[in-house]
């Protein structure tokens, strides 16, 4: 608390004396900030939760039900959402524990429902990914506990996709710190590929990848 409350104080005093010059406050990279020139959102904040309902929104009109009780079986046990940081289920216990840990209306609903609702894997499934993504963008990083059930399950290939190396690095990191235990980081593969130049590693479009599934 103490460490906290003189960063604080720090941060303050800086701000007040950014404001009397009439210059912009900036800050510096450190342990656990990554300043994002730009970007003034708090990302994987509670203070977000008011806009919750909007993502929800958002999510429905681009996740078909259909859709989604097709990728049921490919979800379960796979998927490992950060609000949860423990594998994707639509048994009950799952989604109760969503909701305590989300306090999600629409889970409320679900399992005030559940007995009409059981066996309906489609609906629940569609119902408890949207409101894992919507609840996702406004609730902490469970980066050790995701990380550390990936490992359990014998993963030793890490793929990233986005605009910059971001969770390739923690994941290196990571693994380098824990190499006593894991073993030498030259066993795992941890990738990154870039969203706009890697598109044919990214959906696995080789030259020797076979015959077309429609021919």
Not at 73 to 95: C, D, H, Q, W
Request: proline share 6%.
């Amino acid at each position: 608390p103490n460490t906290i409350a003189k960063a604080v104080a720090v941060v303050d005093a800086k701000m007040a004396k950014c404001k009397q010059a009439s210059v912009p406050f900036t800050m510096a990279r450190g342990t656990a900030t990554i300043p994002l020139p730009g970007i003034d959102v708090p990302f994987h904040s509670r203070y977000l939760r008011s806009g919750v309902g909007a993502f929800r929104e958002c999510l429905q009109s681009k996740i078909d039900v259909v859709r989604m009780k097709q990728a049921v079986a490919r979800l379960t046990g796979n998927y490992i959402p950060n609000v949860m940081a423990r594998p994707f289920s639509i048994e009950k216990e799952y989604v109760e524990s969503t909701f305590k840990q989300t306090q999600s209306p629409i889970l409320k609903q679900l399992l005030d429902e559940w007995s009409s609702r059981e066996g309906d894997d489609g609906y629940i499934a569609y119902t408890l990914v949207i409101e894992l993504l919507a609840y996702q963008f406004a609730s902490p990083v469970r980066w050790i506990e995701t990380v550390e059930q990936m490992l359990s399950r014998g993963v030793e290939r890490f793929i990233e996709i986005g605009p910059a190396p971001t969770l390739t690095n923690m994941m290196l990191a990571t693994l380098k710190e824990n190499e006593g235990k894991l073993g030498p980081v030259s066993q795992f593969s941890v990738l990154f590929c870039e969203r706009d130049d890697d598109n044919d590693a990214i959906y696995f479009r080789h030259e020797d990848a076979g015959p077309d599934c429609g021919t």
